[in-house]
C-alpha cells in the first residue's frame, strides 16, 4: 500500500523550530518528487516547498525562504521539512505529496498525499 505519513506537528511559541518528516511506505522515495503544503484556517492550500525526483531542484515559497529547509533522507526513506523563527502565519495544517518523475517540482501536480499534521504557533 502506497502511504505518506506526516509527523512533527504541534504548538510552539513563536521563534521556535518545529521538524516536520514525512515517511513513505510502499514505495521509494528516491525517484518522486516530494512537495510541502499547508492549509490555514478559511486560506487555499499553499505550496510552499519541494524537492523534484532524483534530488532535482528544491523550490521555496517566499513566505517560508530563509527559515525553511527540505531534505531528503533516502536511508529512512523520509522527507524533511525544518522549520525554524515559526511565526504565528505559520499556523495551518501541513501535508507532504508525492509524485513519480517529476524534477522541477514547484507547481507540479501530486498524485499521493499524506493526511497531515497540525501546526501551532502562539504565544
Known amino acids: 500500500q502506497v502511504q505518506l505519513v506526516e509527523s512533527g506537528g504541534g504548538l510552539v511559541q513563536p521563534g521556535s523550530s518545529l521538524r516536520l518528516s514525512c515517511a513513505a511506505s510502499?514505495?521509494?522515495?528516491?525517484?518522486?518528487?516530494i512537495g510541502w503544503f499547508r492549509q490555514a484556517p478559511g486560506k487555499g492550500r499553499e505550496e510552499i516547498s519541494c524537492?523534484?525526483?532524483?534530488?532535482?531542484?528544491?523550490y521555496y515559497a517566499d513566505s517560508v525562504k530563509g527559515r525553511f529547509t527540505i531534505s531528503r533522507d533516502t536511508n529512512k526513506n523520509t522527507v524533511y521539512l525544518q522549520m525554524n523563527t515559526l511565526k504565528p502565519e505559520d499556523t495551518a495544517v501541513y501535508y507532504c505529496?508525492?509524485?513519480?518523475?517529476?524534477?522541477?517540482?514547484?507547481?507540479?501536480?501530486?498524485?499521493?498525499w499524506g493526511q497531515g499534521t497540525q501546526v501551532t504557533v502562539s504565544s
Open positions: 505529496a508525492a509524485q513519480w518523475g517529476l524534477y522541477y517540482c514547484s507547481g507540479g501536480e501530486y498524485d499521493t
Open positions: 510502499g514505495f521509494t522515495l528516491d525517484y518522486y518528487a
Open positions: 524537492i523534484g525526483s532524483s534530488d532535482g531542484r528544491i
